[in-house]
T-cell receptor, first 114, second 111 residues
């Protein structure tokens, strides 16, 4: 069974450009989460989808970030326009249920904004 | 505010036992989880404590004391492959039950 996959693994963009990150969760997992880790700091929650609906987007930093999960399968996270402070590793995770103890993570997308 | 504290780095010798502590400060509590992450890899779930006490899974154990807002991860018979970062994370009603994470502990194992 395929795990959570994220694309691209790395992205280097200039300030002001747009970047779209993609996450394919484990098949059958209704819950999908986006997280971000800035170098050396804690992993921070961004948002949570249940199927195609945004269950919780309280962690989204600002309106430059837009997440979608059309059809309840894969999800995209777009940053437009990117700023220097957006640099970090963006993780996606999925789980079967909202109260599932275990979440399955992807390897992350390392975003560098220069 | 809500926060988790864990040591930034721990060094141990192969074959030894190491304990990684985690203290949390949250307005509510709904379980403590531990994840392992190798460099460049995906965080991987290790254990979960919803109630006080010790949970054992092979060489790894995790402990929770809710009255002390404290938990730890115990790794026994350390192997070189255990070199990784270890994160504690808490679910709290005040974070809409989303995971609040510590900054991670880098475990360095020496031969």
């Amino acid at each position: 069974e395929a795990g959570v996959t994220q694309f691209p693994s790395h992205s280097v963009i200039e300030k002001g450009q747009t970047v779209t990150l993609r996450c394919d969760p484990i098949s059958g997992h209704d819950n999908l989460y986006w997280y971000r880790r800035v170098m050396g700091k804690e992993i921070k929650f961004l948002l949570h989808f249940v199927k195609e609906s945004k269950q919780d987007e309280s962690g989204m930093p600002n309106n430059r970030f837009l997440a979608e999960r059309t059809g309840g399968t894969y999800s995209t996270l777009k940053v437009q326009p990117a700023e220097l402070e957006d640099s970090g590793v963006y993780f996606c995770a999925s789980s079967v249920g909202t109260s599932s103890v275990e979440a399955f993570f992807g390897q992350g997308t390392r975003l560098t904004v220069v | 505010g809500q926060s988790l504290e864990q040591p930034s780095e721990v060094t141990a010798v192969e074959g030894a036992i190491v304990q990684i502590n985690c203290t949390y400060q949250t307005s509510g509590f709904y379980g403590l989880s531990w994840y392992q992450q190798h460099d460049g890899g995906a965080p991987t779930f290790l254990s979960y404590n919803g109630l006080d006490g010790l949970e054992e899974t092979g060489r790894f154990s995790s402990f929770l004391s809710r009255s002390d807002s404290y938990g730890y991860l115990l790794l026994q018979e350390l192997q070189m492959k255990d070199s990784a970062s270890y994160f504690c994370a808490v679910r709290s009603p005040d974070s809409n039950y989303q995971l609040i994470w510590g900054a991670g502990t880098k475990l360095i194992i020496k031969p």
